[in-house]
C-alpha cells in the first residue's frame, strides 16, 4: 500500500475528501485528513476507557464513579500546540473531545487527586491539593539509546537486524517484572517507530511512590555511562546478582552468540573491534588480542559472520585464562555481552507519577504507524514494518475489508486492527478487569464489614 | 509540649520505655522551657549540619558512622540518660517547626534526619537494632526451614554478587514486601521473588530508615499545616521569631541570586567559561559549542549554573538560541527548548525560581548515553579526565594528586585541589558548589586586575 493509491482513492466518493491533497511531499502518509477517519472510525474509545477505568464503572456500590474522571490526558495538535490537564468523565466525552480536534498524539498520565481540568480550584496548602495519587508503573526503550552497538542503522532508523535488541529487551524486563516483582497485568506497546512502551498496571504498580519506581528502575539499569567513559557496564563482586544472571543465560548469552552476531558482525573490522577491546582494562590483553586479529584480517577468506565469531571466541578463551589478573577482568566476558544486549531503560520516564506517556492505539506522526500492542510471549514474531500504517488502514475500510466495530464473537474478523484489538481485549483487559471487579468487591466487603462492627455493642 | 518560663521540669511520662533511639512518632507531653526550646535545637542543628557536610565530602557509610558519633557526642550528650532523651525528643520537634515551613527546607530536614537516624541505628548492636524494629510494629517474618533451604544457592549469589568471595548466607533472613526496601532493591543488594525481598538481619537498616524517612515526611506535611493555621500567629510574640530565626542561620547560600561577583553578559561568556567555569561546566559548555546541542541533564546543569552566575533571562534564550538553532532551527528552538530555560528562571508553570545545583546534587546524577553533564571526577573514565585536567592548565604533579582524591572517590576534593593548581591559592572552605567555584575564581581573578573583563 503505497502513497499513490492513497492519493488516487481520495477521488473516490466513499470517503469523504474536503481537501485535496495538492503538494504531495516524499512522506505524506500521516495528516490530519487520515486521522479525522481512524478517530472517527477505527480508534478504540471503549476499550482504552474500560481499562483505565479498572473497573469502576459504576455497577457496584464500591465503584469510585469518579475515578476516570480524575485522569489526566495530554493532546499534542496539528501546530505543536500543547495542552496538558485535560480530564473526561465519561468514554463519549473523551471520545467527542478527541473527535473534535484529531490530536497529532495523546498522552496519559497519572490519576490525580482531583480532576485535572479543576485543579486551579483548589489550593496548594490546604487539604485538598492537586497531587497525582495512581500512575501505572511504566518503561519507555528507545533504540536510539544503543546507537553505539548497532551498525545497521542510527537515529530514527530501525530495521529487521536491530530490532531483536528491543525483542531481547522485552524479554528481559517482562519476565523480572512478573518472576522478581510478582507483577501480572503487563501491556507492551511499540512507540511506533523505534520503541516499546510497558505499561504494569497491577493496583500494587499503580499505588507505588516516586521513591519505589526510583528503585525499580535502578533494579533494572546496568549500563552506566556516555562518550566520556570507555567501561560502560562494570559488573563487580564475584558473581552475577540471581536476575542478572538469568537474564544472562536464558536470553542474552544465545541472543549475543547468535542473532547478534549474525546481524551485526561485532568483530569483523578493526573500527568495531577496537571498540571491544577498548572495554578490557588490561592493556597486555587488548594488545595481544589486537595483534592476533591484525594479522589475521589479511589471510582470512572466511565470511564476516565467521570471522566475527572466530574472534569472540579467542577473546573468551584468553580472558578465561587470564582473569585471575584483576578483578575488573572477572567478568569482562558477561560486560560485553551485556553491553551489547541488555536493555536500556529510560530512567526518567520511569521514576516520577506524573511523568506523561504516549497512550496506546495513537497513530506515530513521522510514520504514520499505529502503536500496537506487542504479545511479550510472541515477541520474537513482531515486525515493526508490518504495522498497520494509516493509509494501510484507510484503504482497507474503502475496500470494505474491514467492520467498524470489532465484534468479538466473529472469527471471520481479520481486518489490520482487529487482530491488535482483539489481544489487547483477551490478553490484558479482561484479566486485568476480572482482578480489579474481585479487588473493589473484596474492599467494599471488609469496608462494609468494618462498619458493621463499629455498631456491635 | 508546653513551653513554659518555670524552673522545674515535670517527668515526662510519655518517654518511651529505653529505645535507644526515639522513633519521633507522637510529640511528647512534658513542659519544655523557653531557654531550652532554643539551645537543644541549636545543638541538634550542628549536628544536622555536620552530618550534611560529610555527606557532601563524599565520605563513606563507615565514616559517618564515625562522624555522627562524634557529632551526637559533642552536641547531644548529658550526665542524665534521661535527660538526654528529652534534649534528642525537643530538639527534634522543635526543628520539625522550624523546618516544616518550605519544600526546600523540609527536604533538607528529611534528608539529614533520615541520614542521622540511619548511621546512629548502624552504631547499635543487633538485638538493640531488632528493638527497634518491634518499635516499628512492621509484620515481617523471619523466612526458615524449607523455604530457606529453597533460595540458599541464589542467596549466596547475591552475597558474592556484592563483594563477598565465600558467600556466607547468614542465618536469619526477612520476607518483606520489596517497597518496604527501596535502596536494597535499587542496588539489588537483595534477592527478589514474587515481589518479595529476602533482606538479611545485617540489611535491616534499610527497612528501618525507609519506615522512618516516610513517617517523618507525612509528619512535617501535618506540622506545616499546623504551623500556617493556627501556631504561628499565636506564638508571634514568642517562639515564632526564634523559629524563623533557627532556619536562615544554617543553611549556605543557593546561588539563586547572583552577587557581585556573578554578572556575566554574553559576549564575555566565552572567556570566562574558560577561565572560572569549574570543570564539569566548561565541558559542558565545551559540548554545547562543538554539538550545538545538549540533552535535558545538561541542559539543566549548565542552565541554571549560567544563571547563578548572572545571566540573565532574555542573554540565556539568545545564548541558547544561538547554538541549538545551528543544529534544530531556531522555529524547533523556540517551540521545544524556549519553554524550558523560562521554566528554570520561574517565568512558567508553577513559577518556581529553581536554584543551581550544588556538588552533590551534580555527584549523584546519572548521566546516560548521549550526556555530559555529571561530575567528570565521578563520571569520566581516567583516561578523559587527565586529557580534560591537561587543557585547564595543570602540570603532572598537580594532577596526580588530583588523580589520588578521585581514586580515593573524593570529588569534590578533587575539584578543590584543581581550583587551587589553576589559581595558586588554597581553598580552604573546600569546593561543594560549581558557583561557588566561579565566584572564587572571579574573586580570585579581579583582583589581579580590577578593571579588565575576566
Known amino acids: ?457 | 509540649m508546653e513551653v513554659i518560663r518555670s524552673q522545674k521540669r515535670t517527668a515526662s511520662n510519655d518517654v518511651v520505655s529505653n529505645p535507644k533511639i526515639p522513633l519521633y512518632l507522637t510529640a511528647p507531653q512534658m513542659e519544655v522551657r523557653l531557654e531550652e526550646f532554643e539551645l537543644f535545637a541549636i545543638d541538634r542543628l550542628r549536628v544536622l549540619k555536620g552530618v550534611s557536610d560529610g555527606l557532601a565530602r563524599g565520605k563513606n557509610p563507615k565514616e559517618m558512622d564515625e562522624v555522627v558519633n562524634t557529632l551526637w557526642k559533642e552536641n547531644m550528650r548529658h550526665s542524665d540518660a534521661s535527660e538526654m532523651v528529652n534534649k534528642d525528643i525537643i530538639s527534634h520537634f522543635v526543628l520539625r517547626l522550624v523546618y516544616c515551613r518550605s519544600d526546600e527546607l523540609k527536604k533538607w530536614f528529611l534528608s539529614m534526619e533520615t541520614a542521622l537516624f540511619r548511621h546512629r541505628f548502624r552504631l547499635q548492636n543487633l538485638e538493640a537494632q531488632r528493638a527497634i524494629v518491634g518499635e516499628f510494629g512492621l509484620p515481617y517474618k523471619a523466612v526458615t526451614g524449607a523455604e530457606l533451604e529453597s533460595l540458599k544457592e541464589r542467596l549466596g549469589q547475591v552475597v558474592r554478587s556484592l563483594g563477598q568471595i565465600s558467600p556466607s548466607v547468614e542465618a536469619v533472613y526477612y520476607k518483606v514486601p520489596f517497597e518496604e526496601v527501596p535502596d536494597l532493591v535499587a542496588g539489588r543488594r537483595v534477592l527478589i521473588q514474587k515481589g518479595y525481598a529476602f533482606v538479611a538481619g545485617s540489611q535491616l537498616v534499610s527497612l528501618v530508615v525507609t519506615q522512618f524517612r516516610s513517617h517523618i515526611s507525612k509528619a512535617l506535611i501535618l506540622t506545616n499545616r499546623k504551623w500556617t493555621t493556627t501556631i504561628r500567629e499565636r506564638e508571634k510574640d514568642r517562639l515564632t521569631p526564634i523559629v524563623e530565626a533557627l532556619s536562615t542561620t544554617y543553611l549556605g547560600p543557593d546561588y539563586s541570586q547572583s552577587s557581585e561577583y556573578a554578572d556575566i553578559s554574553l559576549k564575555d561568556i566565552d572567556q570566562v567559561s574558560k577561565s572560572s567555569f569549574p570543570l564539569c561546566m566548561r565541558h559542558l559548555f565545551e559540548k554545547l559549542r562543538e554539538d550545538h546541542h545538549l540533552k535535558h541533564g545538561g541542559r539543566m546543569q549548565l542552565g541554571l549554573f549560567l544563571k547563578g552566575v548572572g545571566l540573565k533571562l532574555d542573554d540565556a534564550l539568545a545564548f541558547w538560541r544561538a547554538e541549538f538553532s545551528k543544529k534544530v532551527g531556531s522555529e524547533r528552538f523556540d517551540k521545544e527548548y524556549a519553554y524550558g530555560i523560562r521554566h528554570n528562571y520561574g517565568k512558567e508553570g508553577k513559577r518556581t525560581d529553581y536554584t543551581p545545583y550544588a556538588c552533590q546534587k551534580i555527584i549523584s546524577s546519572a548521566p546516560g548515553a548521549g550526556d555530559h553533564h555529571g561530575c567528570p571526577y565521578r563520571h569520566f573514565s581516567e583516561d578523559n579526565l587527565r586529557a580534560a585536567l591537561g587543557r585547564m592548565g595543570l602540570s603532572s604533579r598537580g594532577m596526580e594528586d588530583v588523580m589520588d582524591k578521585v581514586r580515593n572517590k573524593h570529588y569534590q576534593l578533587a575539584c578543590t585541589l584543581t581550583f587551587e593548581a589553576v589559581y595558586g591559592t588554597s581553598c580552604d572552605a573546600g569546593i561543594n558548589h560549581p558557583n561557588q567555584y566561579f565566584e572564587e575564581s572571579q574573586k580570585i581573578l579581579k583582583s589581579k586586575t580590577p578593571a579588565a573583563p575576566v
Not at chain 1, 496548602?125 to 551498525?151: A, H, Q, W
Not at chain 1, 544465545?254 to 558482525?265: D, K, R, V
Not at chain 1, 475489508?401 to 482483539?422: A, E, N
Request: hydrophobic content about 30%; aromatic content about 12%; some cysteine.
Open chain 1, 1 to 457: 500500500m503505497t502513497r499513490e493509491e492513497g492519493e488516487s482513492r481520495g477521488d473516490d466518493t466513499m470517503i469523504d475528501a474536503p481537501q485535496q491533497i495538492t503538494n504531495p511531499k516524499p512522506e505524506e502518509f500521516f495528516n490530519v485528513h487520515y486521522l479525522r477517519i481512524y478517530y472517527g472510525n477505527l480508534f478504540p474509545y471503549t476499550d482504552i476507557h474500560k481499562w483505565l477505568s479498572y473497573g469502576h464503572d459504576g455497577k457496584h456500590p464500591g465503584c469510585d464513579e469518579y475515578y476516570f474522571g480524575r485522569r489526566e490526558f495530554s493532546f499534542t495538535l496539528e501546530n505543536d500546540v500543547y495542552l496538558r490537564y485535560k480530564s473526561f468523565k465519561t468514554a463519549s466525552a473523551l471520545e467527542d473531545s478527541i473527535k473534535s480536534c484529531f490530536p497529532y498524539k495523546i498522552d496519559i498520565g497519572a490519576v490525580y487527586s482531583v480532576d485535572p481540568d479543576k485543579r486551579h480550584a483548589y489550593s496548594q496548602t490546604g487539604t485538598n491539593v492537586f497531587t497525582p495519587v495512581e500512575r501505572e508503573l511504566v518503561f519507555d526503550i528507545d533504540i536510539t539509546d544503543y546507537d553505539d552497538v548497532r551498525y545497521c542503522c542510527s537515529g530514527a532508523d530501525v530495521c529487521s537486524k536491530c530490532w531483536p535488541l528491543m525483542t531481547v529487551a522485552i524479554k528481559v524486563i517482562h519476565t523480572s517484572l512478573i518472576e522478581d516483582f510478582g507483577f501480572k497485568h503487563i501491556l507492551w506497546v511499540f512507540s511506533g517507530r523505534r520503541g516499546v512502551h510497558c505499561w504494569v498496571c497491577d493496583p500494587k504498580a499503580r499505588r507505588m511512590t516516586n521513591e519505589q519506581r526510583s528503585a525499580v528502575a535502578e533494579y533494572f539499569r546496568v549500563y552506566k555511562g556516555n562518550e566520556n567513559n570507555a567501561r560502560k557496564v562494570a559488573l563487580m563482586g564475584y558473581s552475577l546478582h540471581p536476575f542478572l544472571a538469568r537474564s544472562y543465560v536464558d536470553f542474552l548469552k544465545g541472543f549475543f552468540e547468535g542473532e547478534l552476531q549474525a546481524n551485526q558482525s561485532i568483530f569483523s573490522s578493526k573500527d568495531k573491534y577496537d571498540k571491544i577491546l577498548e572495554m578490557i582494562s588490561d592493556q597486555d590483553i587488548q594488545s595481544e588480542l589486537r595483534e592476533k586479529w591484525e594479522n589475521s584480517a589479511r589471510s582470512s577468506s572466511l565470511s564476516e559472520e565467521a570471522i566475527s565469531l572466530t574472534r569472540w571466541e579467542q577473546l573468551k578463551n584468553t580472558l578465561q585464562s587470564k582473569k585471575h589478573k584483576a578483578p575488573t577482568l572477572r567478568m569482562c566476558v558477561e560486560e560485553i555481552v551485556f553491553t551489547f544486549t541488555y536493555p536500556r531503560i529510560d530512567l526518567e520516564v520511569s521514576k516520577h507519577m506524573n511523568h506523561l506517556l504516549k497512550a496506546p492505539f495513537c497513530v506515530h506522526p513521522k510514520t504514520g504507524r499505529v502503536c500496537v500492542p506487542i504479545d511479550p510471549n510472541n515477541c520474537d514474531e513482531f515486525d515493526p514494518l508490518a504495522v498497520p500504517t494509516l493509509s494501510q488502514l484507510i484503504e482497507e475500510i474503502n475496500s470494505g475489508g474491514s467492520k467498524m466495530d470489532v465484534d468479538d464473537d466473529d472469527d471471520t474478523d481479520t481486518s489490520l486492527l482487529g487482530k491488535s484489538i482483539k489481544f489487547f481485549r483477551s490478553s490484558f483487559l479482561e484479566p486485568l478487569l476480572k482482578s480489579c471487579k474481585e479487588e473493589i468487591e473484596s474492599s467494599y466487603k471488609t469496608k462494609i464489614g468494618k462498619s458493621k462492627d463499629s455498631f456491635s455493642w
